[in-house]
């Protein structure tokens, strides 16, 4: 990575590491899987699978399973340590864990705030200055790239700005590709007291590439991170949608849009900005935190107007109120006080299944109608394409599905042992036929996922390729207890397709037999209709 061309940042992404450690969050393999298929997707340059220390039996398994997965375009980073004070790198846990894990991008931490190095790593100045160098030069052997995260980095400029240096000489010495100012207590209030550090470690360091990695304890992670862009950073490390340990990491869903339309950025993910709005909403989704509605670019109110002057302005001339154009991050203009209020998603997800439809077909109001009904009982659509697709196909009679639910059970039976078995039966209705299936699984929703595969695919042999990718729980009204209504979210895929379903109801097996057959039924829809 060369930092002579100021116009070009690559975007480092954390979320499966440091997004992870945000209270609230955690992350199974499935879900940091589904993670990197979606910022690989989206154009993200680096991507941080974990920390493959000997302990982290997760981080291990992503780092084997991840290796086999088609990536377009991002790298895979594995995160770690120097080697501990007394050791020697090829005896060294960490380092030999971050060698073997299979990485090709290796990014180490390191002590930059002599607080640290005497009082946490309870070791000389000079050993940290020797751990730091040789950490990076024994990776670099077995890497293609390494970069170095200078921890505490703005702690240690204020408190010994010359020591704080001889750190980054130390991993540029060792041949660091980039040297990552981090602002790890998320301390600096001051966006144009970063930047003139920046700009002085840049000017100290004219031939290595800086990077900025924030933190937003202070509500100014994503204004340090531009400030550090502007004063010669070319790597921005940060997590979607915000996520973090405390207040969070430096929001990437923010930053990345500020870059290329207000800072004229070259990024790899540019070309795919249109998207933004739905990666932060499948995050949003896998994590199982609800979406932040006036979230910069990306949030419902983003673009929402109800002022009466704002609304005569915006439909008059769209910039006179919006900086703009929702469309270029994947957003929609919605005013508050109109009757059409949230026609328009409805209306530009409408007519990609049938072009010529406009706001004005009764059909618009229908469906629109329904979907603010089943809102209101805790549905949510835009993740669940699959499901409001199926919904709009039903409204307008192009689509009737040929499965239909007479009945299905499920038994949970505790056998001696302590075997837990599983069971469902399923009848339905198939094209013509009446069919009676029954399945055991790992759990009742695997059981009764199985028995409605064992009904359908011999009508329908299109779903036998349908894998179950990622399968969410969410309880909506916690106050009621056991008794509370739960969405379940699940995504599908079958080679390159990808879609997902939803089902909400009081009764988890229930919610999630929705789900399941919406996943079936779309995919028989496409087969159908050659969609």
């Known amino acids: 990575m060369s930092p002579t061309n100021a116009q070009k940042v690559s975007i480092y992404d954390t979320t499966l590491r440091d997004g992870n450690q945000a209270r609230g969050i955690s992350l199974s393999l499935a879900d940091k ?37 088609p990536l377009k375009h991002a790298k895979i980073a594995a995160f770690g340590s120097t080697r501990r004070p007394g050791n020697s790198c090829s005896d060294d846990p960490t380092l030999r864990a971050l060698l073997d894990c299979g990485a090709r991008v290796l990014t180490i931490f390191g002590k930059s705030w002599d607080l640290h190095a005497t009082e946490v790593l309870r070791t000389t100045l000079d050993e940290n200055l020797r751990m730091i160098e040789e ?253 409001f697709e199926l919904l709009a196909r039903r409204a307008l009679k192009l689509w009737t599905s040929p499965v239909e639910t007479l009945g299905y059970r499920v038994i949970e039976e505790m056998r001696a042992g302590g075997v837990q078995v599983s069971e469902a039966s399923v009848k339905m209705r198939v094209a013509d036929r009446i069919l009676h299936r029954v399945a055991e699984g790992d759990g009742p929703v695997n059981a009764l996922d199985a028995a409605l595969r064992l009904t359908v695919e011999q009508a329908f042999p299109c779903v036998h390729g349908v894998t179950l990718e990622n399968f969410k729980v969410r309880v909506l009204d916690g106050v009621a207890g056991s008794a509370a209504r739960v969405r379940v979210w699940a995504t599908f895929a079958d080679g390159p397709m990808r879609w997902g379903a939803v089902g909400v109801s009081q009764n988890v097996i229930e919610a999630s037999w929705l789900a399941l057959l919406d996943g079936l039924d779309y995919r028989i829809m496409k087969e159908k209709t050659n969609g």
């Open 33 to 69: 899987l589904q993670l990197t298929r979606l910022f690989d997707e989206f154009g993200v340059d680096y991507i941080e699978g974990g920390w493959p220390n000997p302990t982290s039996t997760l981080d291990q398994e992503y780092f084997r399973a991840v290796a086999s997965l």
């Open 135 to 387: 950490s990076v030069a024994f990776l670099k052997k077995g890497a293609d790239e390494v970069f170095y995260d200078a921890e505490h980095f703005f702690d240690g400029w204020k408190a010994n700005p010359e020591y704080a240096l001889k750190t980054l000489e130390a991993a540029a010495n060792g041949g660091a590709d980039v040297l990552t100012l981090c602002d790890t207590n998320g301390g600096m209030a001051q966006p144009w007291e970063l930047g003139e550090i920046v700009a002085e470690v840049r000017r100290r360091f004219p031939t290595v590439a800086i990077g900025i990695h924030a933190h937003d304890d202070c509500g100014t992670a994503v204004a340090n991170s531009l400030q550090a862009v502007h004063a010669g950073a070319v790597q921005v490390q940060g997590v979607m949608n915000g996520y973090g340990e405390r207040c969070g990491n430096a929001n990437l869903v923010t930053i990345v849009p500020d870059l290329v339309f207000k800072m004229g950025r070259e990024l790899s993910c540019a070309p795919n900005l249109a998207k933004l709005r739905q990666l932060s909403l499948d995050l949003d989704e896998t994590v199982g935190l609800p979406n932040n509605i006036r979230a910069p670019y990306v949030g419902n109110a983003a673009f929402a107007h109800k002022g009466g002057a704002h609304i005569d302005g915006v439909s008059k001339l769209t910039s006179s109120f919006e900086h703009l154009d929702p469309a270029k991050v994947g957003n929609v203009r919605e005013f508050i006080v109109s009757d059409q209020a949230g026609s328009a998603l409805v209306v530009e997800r409408l007519q990609k299944i049938v072009p010529e439809i406009d706001k004005h077909d009764p059909a618009v109001a229908e469906i629109l109608a329904e979907v603010k009904r089943l809102e209101r009982e805790g549905y949510q659509f835009e993740t669940a394409d699959a499901s």
